[in-house]
């Protein structure tokens, strides 16, 4: 018994998109089956990790997953047939009898564009994005009620020297600004722990964002945000505000004027547009030109893009879709290069190590 036969594996930010030749993996399955062997399809439809649920592997380096979940599978996410469909069905009828009809071949999704707009800037006014919790120590995402995947922190510092911000340990990214202007990101991949601040007098304000949980292994369940505090010139830091940030809420939250967009974006900051259709389809949204966030479309989360890669394009499922107007929203958290939506024929998960 073969009870995961994997035909193709999952992809992590910032590295190449997985595949396996459909020849090579098709041969493995025969040489099972004519073993007399039970075979479990791993993949054998690939999916999405809609939303915030796309997990990650930690070996000694921290590496969240990509939201699409395709694993070079028989069938891909929007339920389209692939060669490897094909070249396993062959196989498979040498052993079984297999239904007479197969899947149609995928058809171009619809292209349409358009351009964001409504800018709201979280730094303008965070007060719009959830509510203030006082704490006198850093309370860590799990210990917050109801536990957040994305949170600002807030505290003012005094003094008459630069110094060096020292967390203990940062899960998963946190962006560090200072009386409002960025000063550097840091990340758990890269075991970042401390970064430097041009002075040690004004507001602190650091964006900490929950990249995924790691889903195996003995650091299932590990807590999430800042782990074990925060010093400067060596000495804690203490008085913190916390403002769980409530994604759900926000493809209603709306600028108090309508607001046009020109060049590139400086994050973190929602945006919308309308994206028109003549029926509802699958859509692919291409996300090339976006730095790092969270799309919805008519309220519906469609998951993390990153501009890293390898994965380009959210898939959108149909039902999701509307004849007519669909809203869009961006939580952009980076830098958006081009403020406008553009769709593609057909998904772009990235290069592969051939």
Same mark, same amino acid.
């Given at each position: 018994?073969?009870s995961?036969?994997?035909?193709g594996?999952?992809?992590?930010?910032?590295?190449?998109?997985?595949?396996t030749?459909?020849?090579?993996?098709?041969?493995?399955l025969d040489?099972?089956?004519?073993?007399?062997?039970?075979?479990?399809?791993?993949m054998?439809h690939?999916?999405t990790?809609?939303?915030?649920?796309? =997990?990650?592997?930690?070996?000694?380096?921290y590496q #969240?997953?990509?939201?699409?979940?395709?694993?070079d599978?028989?069938?891909d996410?929007?339920?389209?047939p692939? +060669?490897?469909?094909?070249?396993?069905?062959d196989?498979?009828?040498?052993?079984?009898?297999?239904?007479?009809?197969?899947p149609? +071949?995928a058809?171009?999704?619809?292209t349409?564009?358009?351009?964001?707009?409504?800018?709201?800037?979280? &730094?303008d006014?965070?007060g719009?994005?959830?509510?203030w919790h006082?704490h006198?120590?850093?309370?860590?995402?799990?210990?917050?009620t109801?536990? #957040?995947?994305?949170?600002?922190?807030?505290?003012?510092?005094t003094?008459?020297?630069p110094?060096v911000?020292v967390f203990?340990?940062?899960r998963?990214?946190?962006?560090?600004?200072?009386? =409002?202007?960025?000063v550097?990101t840091?990340?758990?991949e890269?075991?970042?722990r401390?970064?430097?601040l041009p002075?040690?007098?004004?507001e602190?304000?650091?964006?900490v964002?929950d990249q995924g949980?790691?889903?195996?292994? #003995?650091?299932?369940?590990e807590?999430?945000?800042?782990i074990?505090?925060?010093?400067?010139h060596?000495?804690p830091?203490t008085?913190?505000d916390?403002? +769980?940030?409530?994604?759900?809420?926000?493809p209603?939250l709306?600028?108090?004027t309508?607001?046009r967009?020109?060049?590139?974006?400086?994050?973190?900051?929602? &945006?919308r547009t309308?994206?028109?259709?003549e029926?509802?389809?699958d859509?692919?949204?291409?996300t090339?030109?976006?730095?790092?966030g969270?799309a919805?479309?008519?309220g519906?989360?469609l998951?993390?893009?990153?501009r890293r890669?390898?994965?380009?394009?959210l898939y959108?499922?149909?039902?999701?879709?509307?004849?007519?107007?669909?809203?869009?929203?961006?939580?952009?958290l980076?830098?958006?290069?081009?403020?406008?939506?553009?769709f593609?024929?057909?998904p772009?998960?990235?290069?592969?190590?051939?």
């Open positions: 018994m073969c995961e036969f994997w035909n594996w999952f992809d992590h930010w910032g590295a190449h998109h997985h595949t030749p459909a020849a090579d993996s098709a041969a493995e040489t099972l089956l004519a073993a007399g062997a039970s075979v479990n399809l791993y054998f690939g999916g990790n809609f939303g915030l649920t796309s =997990g990650a592997n930690d070996k000694g380096v #969240p997953l990509v939201t699409s979940y395709v694993y599978a028989p069938l996410e929007a339920g389209d692939t +060669p490897k469909y094909h070249a396993f069905r196989v498979i009828a040498r052993y079984h009898k297999v239904p007479d009809t197969v149609s +071949p058809r171009p999704a619809p349409p564009s358009a351009v964001l707009r409504d800018p709201v800037r979280l &730094l006014a965070p719009r994005w959830g509510r006082a006198d120590e850093l309370p860590t995402f799990d210990s917050l109801p536990m #957040p995947r994305l949170a600002l922190l807030r505290t003012t510092v003094g008459d020297r110094g911000l203990g340990e940062v998963d990214r946190a962006t560090v600004f200072f009386d =409002g202007d960025p550097g840091l990340t758990r890269h075991h970042d401390a970064i430097a002075r040690a007098h004004g602190l304000l650091v964006l964002e949980r790691v889903d195996y292994g #003995p650091r299932i369940g807590a999430k945000g800042i074990g505090g925060a010093s400067l060596g000495e830091l008085g913190w916390v403002l +769980p940030v409530d994604l759900a809420a926000l209603s709306r600028p108090s309508p607001e967009v020109a060049g590139p974006v400086a994050g973190p900051v929602l &945006l309308d994206v028109f259709l029926a509802p389809a859509l692919f949204l291409d090339g030109e976006w730095g790092k969270i919805w479309l008519n519906f989360a998951g993390r893009y990153w890669g390898p994965q380009r394009t959108v499922p149909r039902p999701v879709v509307r004849a007519g107007a669909n809203e869009l929203v961006v939580l952009e980076d830098t958006m290069l081009d403020p406008a939506a553009r593609v024929p057909r772009l998960l990235g290069h592969t190590e051939a």
